[in-house]
T-cell receptor, first 111, second 117 residues
Framework: KQEVTQIPAALSVPEGENLVLNCSFT??????LQWFRQDPGKGLTSLLL?????REQTSGRLNASLDKSSGRSTLYIAASQPGDSATYLC??????????FGTGTRLKVLA | KAGVTQTPRYLIKTRGQQVTLSCSPI?????VSWYQQTPGQGLQFLFE???????NKGNFPGRFSGRQFSNSRSEMNVSTLELGDSALYLC????????????????FGEGSWLTVV
């Protein structure tokens, strides 16, 4: 059974820091991996989707990497801003096209 | 372009009652998925509908059911509510079926907060 874990569960950093969020999964037979952000009391917003054949994807200050063989993905946020404060979720997608979500990392960027 | 709309946003029900939640997808989207989010279990997939047919389902008891109408709007129903059903229920829509499929961008609504007392 696929299990997805995110470490740390919570993170507080000063504005301007570069930071890395981690996502680990137990079954490397994934189709894609996707990162989302969730603002308090809101739905999810898709940030980046990495296909299993890719190693990384970039969008603005965000860079996500994928290492299928080791069951890991990282989300790198450059020059963090208070507006980046949110919960970040990774989700692995199996061949049956169902999301299995991670436990989430709650990020707070202090001004 | 309107986003995914979920109603009601907040509701309180009593144990044993049943509840119906509604989701209107983005115009033109025919795939609707439902998720339950709780502090203990996190985000879990309930089911996915495409063109009025359930395409995929998660591991939830039969008390949880859903349907999709010809206009792609979807409803989910929970019967015989239990305290553990208290959660944020999220709906998402996409143009095609298949969560996380390449090129199939998914959009989430803001959710319906259900409290069971």
């Amino acid at each position: 059974k696929q299990e997805v874990t995110q470490i740390p569960a919570a993170l507080s950093v000063p504005e301007g820091e570069n930071l890395v969020l981690n996502c680990s999964f137990t079954d490397s037979a994934i189709y894609n991996l996707q990162w989302f952000r969730q603002d308090p009391g809101k739905g999810l917003t898709s940030l980046l989707l990495i296909q299993s054949s890719q190693r990384e994807q970039t969008s603005g200050r965000l860079n996500a990497s994928l290492d299928k063989s080791s069951g890991r993905s990282t989300l790198y946020i450059a020059a963090s801003q208070p507006g980046d404060s949110a919960t970040y979720l990774c989700a692995v997608i199996s061949g049956t096209y169902k999301y299995i979500f991670g436990t989430g990392t709650r990020l707070k960027v202090l001004a | 372009k309107a986003g995914v709309t979920q109603t009601p946003r907040y509701l309180i029900k009593t144990r044993g009652q049943q509840v119906t939640l509604s989701c209107s997808p983005i115009s033109g989207h025919r795939s609707v998925s439902w998720y339950q989010q709780t502090p203990g279990q996190g985000l879990q997939f309930l089911f996915e509908y495409f063109s009025e047919t359930q395409r995929n389902k998660g591991n939830f008891p039969g008390r949880f059911s859903g349907r999709q109408f010809s206009n792609s709007r979807s409803e989910m129903n929970v019967s015989t509510l239990e305290l553990g059903d208290s959660a944020l229920y999220l709906c998402a829509s996409s143009f095609q079926p298949g969560q996380g499929a390449t090129g199939n961008t998914i959009y989430f609504g803001e959710g319906s907060w259900l409290t069971v007392v």
